[in-house]
């Protein structure tokens, strides 16, 4: 069964270069390549099958692999960058049957990007797998280590002081005043007048005239000795009061009295007794 793979970054434009052989230690430059006509022109894929990083040239239509470059790690001798540029770069191609672990028949080709973003996308990818695969080699040292366990309790002496600040919750006694207690009797409980009310006047006497009842004097007696003299005690006997008032009415009582004089008679021409003049 074959292992599958995992396609990490696909560009669909790449140029392949010959390069001339590099005679001292300094980098790769691609000025010395032929730019402007390149060597193929195709595909270039980067898969990750189980932990190996492989860069392969397909053909854009058919798909046919043209060549393939496993990289070990980044950056290192299977892929590097040129000294002039940051679109192109140098691999190390391998036979079909070769690996990054065997021997086997290898070359230097150039390859170069027509976009500045399409050599950052594969500088991010190879360094975004190699962090991967670190992790992971991290991962299964400390599995198989086993990693030491955190002691958490108390030395012998240690004491730990911690602040709280605690709030009155649902359930707790209120601090608030107590509710006033209910009536014995389970009726409602009224409320005591407030200290230092304010007393009202009396209503003013009337002063029309009184009518005499036997039940009116302990009626008003009583009245008078609940207010407290605030008010004038009532008349001894209502016949002087009616008294008063038949001479504070007596002038218009007595005309009332006197018949209407005579009327005159227009008709006669006399002058009659009013002393008015008939025209």
Same mark, same amino acid.
Not at 48 to 58: S, W
Not at 70 to 78: E, T
């Given at each position: 069964?074959? *292992?599958? *793979?995992?396609?990490?970054?696909?560009?669909?434009?790449? %140029?392949v270069y010959r390069?001339?052989?590099?005679?001292?230690?300094?980098?790769?430059?691609?000025?010395?390549?032929?730019l402007?006509?390149?060597? +193929?022109?195709?595909?270039?894929?980067?898969?990750?099958?189980?932990?190996?990083? =492989?860069?392969?040239?397909?053909?854009?239509? !058919?798909?046919?692999?043209? @060549? #393939?470059?496993? =990289?070990?790690?980044?950056?290192?001798?299977?892929?590097?960058?040129?000294?002039? !540029?940051?679109?192109?770069?140098?691999?190390?191609?391998?036979d079909?049957?070769?690996?990054?672990?065997? $021997? &086997?028949?290898?070359? %230097? =080709?150039?390859? &170069?990007?027509?976009?500045?973003?399409?050599?950052?996308?594969?500088?991010?990818?190879?360094?975004?797998?190699?962090? +991967?695969?670190?992790?992971?080699?991290?991962?299964?040292?400390?599995?198989? *280590?086993?990693?030491?366990?955190?002691?958490?309790?108390?030395k012998?002496?240690?004491?730990?002081? =911690?602040?709280?600040?605690?709030?009155?919750?649902?359930?707790?006694?209120?601090?608030?005043?107590p #509710?006033?207690?209910?009536?014995?009797?389970?009726?409602?409980?009224?409320?005591?007048?407030?200290?230092?009310?304010? #007393?009202?006047?009396?209503?003013?006497? &009337?002063?029309?005239?009184?009518?005499?009842?036997?039940? @009116?004097?302990?009626?008003?007696?009583?009245?008078?000795?609940?207010?407290?003299?605030?008010? @004038?005690?009532?008349?001894?006997? @209502?016949?002087?009061?009616? /008294?008063?008032?038949?001479?504070? +009415? &007596?002038?218009?009582?007595? $005309?009332? /009295? #006197?018949?209407?004089?005579?009327?005159?008679? !227009?008709?006669?021409?006399?002058?009659?007794?009013?002393? +008015?003049?008939?025209?």
């Open positions: 069964m074959d *292992e599958y *793979e995992s396609v990490l970054l696909v560009k669909n434009e790449v %140029f390069i001339p052989p590099r005679t001292t230690n300094r980098g790769y430059r691609a000025a010395d390549w032929n402007g006509t390149p060597d +193929w022109t195709g595909r270039m894929r980067l898969v990750n099958r189980k932990q190996e990083c =492989i860069v392969k040239l397909e053909d854009k239509t !058919s798909g046919e692999l043209f @060549a #393939k470059c496993p =990289i070990d790690k980044y950056p290192g001798v299977a892929i590097e960058p040129v000294t002039d !540029s940051s679109r192109y770069f140098v691999l190390r191609i391998q079909e049957g070769a690996s990054s672990l065997s $021997a &086997g028949r290898s070359a %230097f =080709i150039g390859v &170069g990007f027509g976009d500045r973003s399409d050599s950052f996308d594969l500088n991010v990818a190879l360094q975004d797998h190699f962090k +991967w695969i670190k992790k992971e080699e991290e991962a299964e040292k400390e599995k198989e *280590e086993g990693k030491p366990s955190l002691d958490l309790g108390f012998e002496g240690e004491t730990i002081k =911690i602040n709280m600040k605690i709030t009155k919750k649902e359930g707790q006694e209120a601090t608030s005043r #509710k006033p207690k209910a009536p014995a009797g389970g009726g409602l409980g009224l409320l005591p007048p407030p200290p230092g009310g304010v #007393k009202l006047a009396p209503p003013p006497g &009337g002063a029309g005239p009184a009518t005499s009842s036997p039940t @009116a004097t302990p009626s008003a007696t009583s009245n008078t000795d609940l207010l407290g003299g605030l008010v @004038a005690p009532p008349s001894s006997s @209502a016949a002087p009061q009616a /008294a008063g008032n038949a001479e504070s +009415w &007596g002038d218009f009582t007595s $005309a009332a /009295a #006197k018949p209407p004089p005579p009327a005159s008679n !227009s008709a006669s021409g006399g002058s009659g007794g009013s002393g +008015w003049v008939t025209f």
